[in-house]
């Protein structure tokens, strides 16, 4: 059984740029979700795809924008980066009740 | 407003020493409570799932309850040890008319166990 991997893990990008993280969802679980979390703070949640298709949205502007996969693999756009943006990035593949989490990605905007 | 409310904020122990964590939400509709350990930097991971039906649930040394009328959940660790130096997120899960659910996060408590 594999678990969640967040790439990249540490990334590092200027004010005004656009950004892609990904994530590999576990095996046999067909929805992922994806949040940030500011330094000291508990996750927000960004969105969900439920079989390539979002499901799911918090409180976030439509610059944040993302993709599922038929392997249920998934991407978070960025675009137009603010400093504000800088955080742990994490992703959470679900089926039923289990939600499993990746490590994360580490953004710093600057 | 869904919203879930973790106390303390950080909290310092000896090792050896027990604790308890307190959670206070307001999510609806309840669909299930989790505790979830992360280290710094890290993703979390799961301690215990509780449903509405279910008061108490244990993992090692790792305790939950849960008082689905008072919105209220707490975990308890017993015999500390310094491993368990890390933040304690309380999650609320809801379940929506359309059919899936979403994670409501508290702030976390940032458990610090010293020698």
């Known amino acids: 059984e594999t678990g969640v991997t967040q790439s990249p893990t540490h990334l590092i990008k200027t004010r005004g740029q656009q950004v892609t993280l990904r994530c590999s969802s576990q095996s046999g679980h067909n929805t992922v979700s994806w949040y940030q979390q500011a330094l000291g703070q508990g996750p927000q949640f960004i969105f969900q795809?439920?079989?390539?298709?979002?499901?799911g949205r918090g409180n976030f502007p439509p610059r944040f924008s993302g993709l599922q996969f038929p392997n249920y693999s998934s991407e978070l756009n960025v675009n137009a980066l603010e400093l504000d943006d800088s955080a742990l990035y994490l992703c959470a593949s679900s089926s039923n009740y289990g939600y499993t989490f990746g490590s994360g990605t580490r953004l710093t905007v600057v | 407003k869904n919203q879930v409310e973790q106390s303390p904020q950080s909290l310092i122990i000896l090792e050896g020493k027990n604790c308890t964590l307190q959670c206070n939400y307001t999510v609806s509709p309840f669909s299930n409570l989790r505790w979830y350990k992360q280290d710094t930097g890290r993703g979390p991971v799961s301690l215990t799932i509780m449903t509405f039906s279910e008061n108490t649930k244990s993992n090692g040394r790792y305790t939950a309850t849960l008082d689905a009328d008072t919105k209220q959940s707490s975990l308890h660790i017993t015999a500390s040890q310094l491993s368990d130096s890390a933040s304690y997120i309380c999650?609320?899960?809801?379940?929506?008319?359309?059919?899936?659910?979403?994670?409501?996060f508290g702030k976390g408590t940032m458990l610090l166990v010293s020698p």
């Open positions: 999650v609320v899960s809801r379940s929506l008319n359309s059919g899936y659910s979403t994670l409501t």
């Open positions: 795809y439920y079989r390539e298709e979002e499901n």
